[in-house]
C-alpha cells in the first residue's frame, strides 16, 4: 500500500536549518509530485512547495522563496524539505503528501519546533 | 493573492445530510482546479476524504461525496454520525501547480 514515512521531531534554535526526509513506497516514486505542507499550532494548512522526483522541477510558495529547499533521492525514494532561517512562527507539524490530482496520500507528519 | 472559501461552521443532526462548499476568490472552482477535500482532526495525519472533485479516497465511506455545485466545490455528507465531528479543509490546485487551502468549515453533529 501507499505510504510516506517521514523523519522524526527535530527542535532548532532560531537562525538555524532543519531539513526533514519523506520516505515513500508502495507506488513508482518517480512518477508522482510530492508537495510539502505545513500546520502551525492553532492553524489550518500552509502549502511551502513541490517536486517532480523524475525532473527534479520544483515550484514554492511566494512567501517561503529563498527560505525552502525540497530536493530528492530517487535511489531511495525519498525527498526532503530543508527550511532555512528559521523563527519561532515556523514552529509547526510539517507535511508531505502525494498529488494524485489533489492530495490522496500524507506523511505522518513532523513536529519542528523553534526555541531558544 | 487567491483565497479558498469555507464556511467556518455548521451544524446537523444526527442521520442527516449537509453539504460543505469551496469556493475561490477569484472566480468559480472547477473540475480543472481538481478540489480536494480532508479531515483534519489534533494530532493526526491529514485524512483524504475526496480528492480529484469526486474521487473516494480508499477507506472512505460512501455517505462521503464530492461535486461542483454552481460555482463552488462541494462536500455532501449524507447519515451524518457523531464521529464526522471535526474540521473539513478543501484545497485547489492552482495553475502552475501550487495548493491553496480554505480556512476549513468546522463541523458539529448534534
Known amino acids: 500500500q501507499v505510504q510516506l514515512v517521514q523523519s522524526g521531531a527535530e527542535v532548532k534554535k532560531p537562525g538555524a536549518s532543519v531539513r526533514v526526509s519523506c520516505k515513500a513506497s508502495?507506488?513508482?516514486?518517480?512518477?508522482?509530485?510530492i508537495h510539502w505542507v505545513r500546520q502551525a499550532p492553532g492553524q489550518g494548512l500552509e502549502w511551502l512547495g513541490r517536486?517532480?522526483?523524475?525532473?527534479?522541477?520544483?515550484t514554492y510558495a511566494q512567501k517561503f522563496q529563498g527560505r525552502v529547499t525540497v530536493t530528492r533521492d530517487t535511489s531511495i525514494s525519498t525527498a526532503y524539505l530543508e527550511l532555512s532561517s528559521l523563527k519561532s512562527d515556523d514552529t509547526a507539524l510539517y507535511y508531505c503528501?502525494?498529488?494524485?490530482?489533489?492530495?490522496?496520500?500524507w506523511g505522518q507528519g513532523t513536529l519542528v519546533t523553534v526555541s531558544s | 493573492q487567491t483565497v479558498v472559501t469555507q464556511e467556518p461552521s455548521f451544524s446537523v443532526s444526527p442521520g442527516g445530510t449537509v453539504t460543505l462548499t469551496c469556493g475561490l476568490s477569484s472566480g468559480s472552482v472547477s473540475t480543472s482546479d481538481y478540489p480536494s477535500w480532508y479531515q483534519l482532526t489534533p494530532g493526526q495525519a491529514p485524512r483524504t476524504l475526496i480528492y480529484n472533485t469526486n474521487i473516494r479516497s480508499s477507506g472512505v465511506p460512501d455517505r462521503f461525496s464530492g461535486s461542483i455545485l454552481g460555482n463552488k466545490a462541494a462536500l455532501t455528507i449524507t447519515g451524518a454520525q457523531a464521529d464526522d465531528e471535526c474540521d473539513y479543509y478543501c484545497v485547489v490546485h492552482m495553475s502552475g501547480g501550487f495548493w491553496v487551502f480554505g480556512g476549513g468549515t468546522k463541523l458539529t453533529v448534534l
Open positions: 517536486i517532480h522526483p523524475r525532473s527534479g522541477d520544483t
Open positions: 503528501a502525494r498529488e494524485n490530482y489533489g492530495p490522496d496520500h
Open positions: 508502495g507506488f513508482t516514486f518517480s512518477v508522482y509530485f
